[in-house]
């Protein structure tokens, strides 16, 4: 993990499934680096933190070496996953990288990436591509990959007399200062500068530095921070949390226009009742609640209505993403842009969901409706990052208190949430109406978490779990939830036990799943290079430093596996959701990413055998009814609240056509998708599915 993919964060920084992974396969590049081999800091070295507000996840270091290279060094561990990685980078006389190696091992395998600048070409090979241009002078390259603390990029950012960069292989950064803080104390206590960097991705991402324009830190949901700053941790959080949210009211009245009376959306085909499509119909909505739906043929249009021409597009309700960690304020235009009115938060910075909870509240926030839930996991080196720690089954249940009191809708456990505590706290949980849901902790099997108190299981491969090897289930907070169930997944038995047993289990209590398959596709599928999918549609829309991304390959295999032996485990999950859908069990579609993600949720849906109209109500009326605000929200019918999406296409033949936003409805005001995307850093449409 890159200092530059902590300001990126195209899929979230933390999503439950990984973060943003960097490096590549060892076949593309040739042998690793061990992490023996690597470089390794001097004394004098400046030593950084990788942390999250549920502990320490590692060290980075940075240095000048004796020929001038500017040295970095990382060596993280993160729920089972590991990077050891360095980074030399030397200086040209533009002060630009004129040549930078990356040596080491991520997740996804080799590190390995070079960069040179040579007469007028610039030339560069990473683990997910490779090119030559022509080097314009005084442009910076933006790594793939690299260590934790490289600082080289953001200090020659904030050199530059009007603070902005050209960049390699394209695109432009800016940093705009934002607000200053005092950390720190005693002789440490010092001055530091939060600035917006933007250019990398959707939307700016705050940089910390000090007041003579040197690296920092970054804080957020994992967090680079100099030694013995640590405690510095929240009040930079928060800082910048305050100082990028004071742009949210401006936007939300640039971009959200109330009628000033009723809207009808006329010869639309809709999909109406929460079930089925039906043609050329016209909705008529006032004062954000639908009033009519039928056919246009007899439709009562209001004279005083304004009338949104609905030939050749189809009027769905708003999208939800059961699986959405919300990053910042900026997510909300973004989610819109997708078509996304509502989303269930599955645990995040606590204290910030709520103050954007106030925000949307008092109408200085435009964002989907958010049911939040708040994490709760065990003491350990697998902690989730911003996991609500529980060291008792006392404390746990004060957890599940608080969050009442909060205003959060439901509680989730986490992998190193001790199993003889789900009992209790899922009894109190229940006691105050909350729903349960979450990762089956590490030594429990999804049938034993159900009888404890689940609601609702999360990720495809913990509902695996049930028949995965014990060695595996103990070891499941870890990377043995993706290696394990990639290496046995395939030669499951559907129709036997223990699946069937549990399948059965879940139908006859009404369990839900939030089976995340775009996920698994994404770490089991791909190869380094390859184009992801569920990012396809998206390409030439978005900053190149964000696109790059968009070819990051799965995990490494072990070495007695084979890829084709993950893409058999990612298919057998695939049955096994459609599978549980065909018993009855209730099927969110959730992407635990940044929400782009969740059309190609639906698409796999429909490829595993679900009819379009059913993998539409994965997005619609089933997570309403779960949350329970189905009698309000969730499809569109008489007396529901207009939360909905008008689509260009047929996604009654083609699921993608969802992509195709024209017009979004929430709270009773008229969102322009392109205008939302334009506030969201997209360049332009998706493009239209085949």
Sequence with gaps: MSLFRLLRRWRLSFTCATLFLIGGSASQLGSQTPPEQLAKPPADAREFTVLSTSGTNGKSYNWVAADG??????????????????????????????????????????????????????????????????????????????????????????????????????????????????????????????????????????????????????????????????????????????????????????????????????????????????????????????????????????????????????????????????????????????????????????????????????????????????????????????????????????????AKAEGFTGIKFYGTFNPAWVAPAAAEAHKLGLHVHGHVPAGMRPSEAIAAGYDELTHIYFVSMEAMPKDIVDTSNGINRFNGTGRYAKDLKLDAAPIKPLLDTMAAKHIYADPTLVVVESLFVPENGDLSPAYAPFVGTLPPATERGFRTGGFAVPRDLTREDFRKSFKKLSDLVALMHKDGIPIVAGTDGSGAELVRELELYVAAGFTPEEALEAATIMPARLVQADKTTGSIAVGKNADVVLVEGDPSHRIGDLRNTRVVMMDGKLMDADELRSASGFSGRPKSGE
């Excluded at 639309?268 to 079930?275: L, N, P, Q, S, T």
């Design 69 to 402: 290279s500017l040295m970095s060094r990382s060596s993280v561990r993160l729920r089972g996953m590991a990077w050891e990685v360095d980074e030399k980078v030397q200086l040209g006389a533009d002060h630009m990288p004129s040549s930078l190696e990356i040596r080491g091992s991520t997740p996804t395998g080799n590190a390995a990436e070079t960069f040179a600048v040579s007469g007028k070409q610039a030339k560069w090979q990473t683990p997910v591509d490779k090119g030559t241009t022509d080097y314009p002078g005084s442009a910076f390259y933006v790594a793939v990959g690299g260590t934790f603390s490289d600082s080289s990029f953001f200090e020659a950012l904030l050199a530059s007399p009007d603070h902005s960069l050209a960049l390699l292989p394209g695109g432009k950064a800016r940093a705009e200062r934002l607000t200053e803080l005092t950390v720190g104390e005693g002789a440490k206590r010092k001055k530091i500068v939060a600035w917006a960097i933007s250019g990398l991705g959707p939307s700016p991402s705050p940089m910390w530095a000090t007041e003579d324009g040197k690296f920092f830190g970054a804080a957020g949901v994992l967090a680079v921070l100099p030694a013995g700053y640590e405690s510095a941790l929240v009040p930079m959080t928060n800082a910048q949390d305050e100082a990028l949210s004071a742009q949210s009211p401006a936007l939300a009245k640039r971009l959200a226009k109330t009628p000033a009376g009723p809207v009808a959306f006329t010869h639309v085909r809709a999909f109406v009742d929460g079930e089925r499509f039906a043609e050329n119909q016209t909705i008529v909505v006032d004062h954000g609640q639908i009033v009519s739906v039928g056919p246009s043929s007899t439709a009562q249009v209001p004279a005083s209505a304004q009338v949104i021409d609905g030939t050749g597009k189809t009027l769905v309700p708003g999208l939800w993403d059961s699986h959405q960690h919300v990053s910042d304020d900026f997510a909300g235009p973004f989610l819109l842009s997708l078509g996304i009115t509502s989303a269930r938060d599955p645990g995040n910075n606590n204290d910030l969901t709520i103050a954007r909870a106030k925000r949307r509240a008092s109408g200085d926030l435009l964002m989907p409706h958010v049911y939040p839930s708040l994490l709760i996991d065990g003491k350990g080196p697998n902690s989730a990052q911003l996991g609500t720690i529980a060291t008792s089954p006392e404390e746990a249940i004060a957890a599940v208190q608080k």
